[in-house]
T-cell receptor
């Protein structure tokens, strides 16, 4: 089945850019998503990209997709302390009824 | 607009017992998905309901079952609880089965 991998931890200084990386195995994934989870909370959709796109920008967020290498990244510009959270990437099966999530990257923003 | 709400927020059960978790979907959403999130891991897909029918199931045994009601609210039932069932159970609704999921805050189940 589909496998989604992420690095475990990222530490970044406030005001710098953060880059969170993700790899996936299913080449037929239609959409790829980034979700954010704060302590004790559910997941919040941040952004997504369709598989035929290379890049998507949404305010401070930039998603890059390298479909050949099955590599997805999320760049957060001007990282703030409120961005400290766990970030999950997820791929959607072609059938559209299931997301496969990575294990999450914990981002710590230092003042 | 009311978001996704789940109940109970926390509960403790013992091995072998049964549990029912409830979810009210966001207004206008006809699809509900359930995910299990073990501590320190990403969510794992349990199943999805679309217009009261199961519309996909993950790698979970039959003792995990669900229902969706005409108002699109949903229940997750787990029979014969095992210690490994301890997790955060997340319900998510979506407008028509897309991956743009709107999550509730989850029900944290502890099995002793």
């Amino acid at each position: 089945g589909e496998d989604v991998e992420q690095s475990l931890f990222l530490s970044v200084r406030e005001g710098d850019s953060s880059v969170i990386n993700c790899t996936y195995t299913d080449s037929s994934s239609t959409y790829l998503y980034w979700y954010k989870q704060e302590p004790g909370a559910g997941l919040q959709l941040l952004t997504y990209i369709f598989s035929n796109m290379d890049m998507k920008q949404d305010q401070r967020l930039t998603v890059l997709l390298n479909k050949k290498d099955k590599h997805l990244s999320l760049r957060i510009a001007d990282t703030q302390t409120g961005d400290s959270a766990i970030y999950f990437c997820a791929s959607e099966e072609a059938a559209g009824n299931k997301l496969t999530f990575g294990g999450g990257t914990r981002v710590l923003v230092k003042p | 607009e009311t978001g996704v709400t789940q109940s109970p927020t926390h509960l403790i059960k013992t091995r072998g017992q049964q549990v029912t978790l409830r979810c009210s979907s966001q207004s206008g959403h006809n699809t509900v998905s359930w995910y299990q999130q073990a501590l320190g891991q990403g969510p794992q897909f349990i199943f999805q309901y679309y217009r009261e029918e199961e519309n996909g199931r993950g790698n979970f045994p039959p003792r995990f079952s669900g229902l969706q009601f005409p108002n699109y609210s949903s229940e997750l039932n787990v029979n014969a609880l095992e210690l490994d069932d301890s997790a955060l159970y997340l319900c998510a609704s979506s407008p028509g089965g897309t991956g743009e999921l709107f999550f509730g805050e989850g029900s944290r189940l502890t099995v002793l």
